[in-house]
């Protein structure tokens, strides 16, 4: 099913450009890194939207009527709108009973969230055909790929090759979904391990039901980074957001680089409070610029 889904991603997917920033480059050399954690979407891949989507606020009707005739369901019309209309307010509803239990920044599993929608559409008579896990998971890749077009930044291979044959440590700290992963073997042609990543040092916040800017995220990473005698300040995380990746990751001691590579995703929250006095170690525009930090 694996290889079934990241095919399907890249049949969707068509390459994509990153949109100069302007920003200008903050270089300095920094010694003693033994691991470098990357955030996806905006930083390692580009992303149509900016960030991955789950349900956000534009109408994305069509492509959810599209998503549903590409599995092999038999949809009405009015199937994307009411579609759409529940992906949100589910997504909402799974999100306020999280923040009931005390997560200030929950997440869902979006195969949950999909199996809802469905079933509240063949309840509605909106929507027929046999709806088994399968038919979730293309249905989830099949809209995400559509709403959220991806494909890998310029250097991205080159980057982690190098990363890995100096022996740095690679991990991923990002908000994501099941099929985030697979990004790796649909576009590299391998799995994020065999990318060069290290398990251990992922944290998916679709398997935390909590996203960034959690620090819970990185707080888990940190917890493997210790077993392995490294400490946060010899980590180096790399990301778009400064709110989402700066501030979580500098909250816990690591050295931070914001990536500033595309007018997409990147995202500098000059008006947000909790970012004021957030200054990342290093500013670059380009990925392989990383090989001059190190």
């Known amino acids: 099913m694996?290889?079934?889904?990241s095919q399907r991603i890249l049949d969707l997917s068509n390459p994509l450009d990153p949109i100069p920033t302007g920003q200008p480059n903050q270089i300095v050399q920094l010694d003693g890194v033994q691991a470098v954690l990357f955030d996806i979407y905006g930083t390692l891949f580009i992303s149509g939207s900016g960030d991955i989507s789950v349900a956000g606020a534009m109408d994305h009707?069509?492509?959810?009527?599209?998503s549903l005739m590409a599995v092999g369901l038999s949809a009405k019309a009015d199937a994307g709108v009411q579609g759409h209309m529940s992906l949100r307010e589910r997504v909402s509803i799974h999100h306020g009973k999280r923040k009931h239990e005390g997560l200030e920044y929950p997440e869902v599993d979006i195969r949950v969230i999909w199996k809802e929608v469905l079933e509240e559409l063949k309840s509605n008579q909106l929507l027929e055909g046999p709806v088994s896990e399968e038919?979730?998971?293309?249905l989830a890749v099949e809209y995400e790929c559509r709403v959220n077009p991806v494909w890998p930044m310029p250097g991205l291979k080159k980057v982690l090759l190098r990363l890995k044959e100096a022996g740095i440590q690679l991990g991923i700290v990002s908000n994501s979904q099941f099929f985030t992963p697979l990004l790796f073997e649909a576009f590299l042609g391998a799995s994020y391990e065999e990318a060069g990543f290290d398990r251990a040092l992922c944290s998916w916040s679709y398997e935390c039901l909590e996203a960034k800017p959690s620090t819970r995220l990185f707080a888990d990473v940190c917890e493997a980074l210790r077993e392995k005698d490294i400490a946060p300040a010899a980590c180096l995380y790399v990301g778009n957001d400064m709110l989402n990746d700066m501030w979580p990751a500098s909250q816990l001691g690591f050295k931070t680089v914001l990536?500033?590579?595309d007018n997409r995703s990147l995202r500098?929250?000059?008006?947000?409070s909790r970012c004021l006095g957030v200054e990342p170690n290093i500013v670059i525009d380009d990925l392989e610029k990383i090989g001059v930090i190190l």
Request: charged share 30%.
């Open 135 to 138: 038919t979730i998971l293309l």
């Open 268 to 272: 500098l929250r000059e008006n947000d």
């Open 61 to 66: 009707s069509e492509a959810l009527f599209a």
């Open 259 to 261: 990536f500033a590579g």
């Open 2 to 5: 694996k290889d079934k889904l």
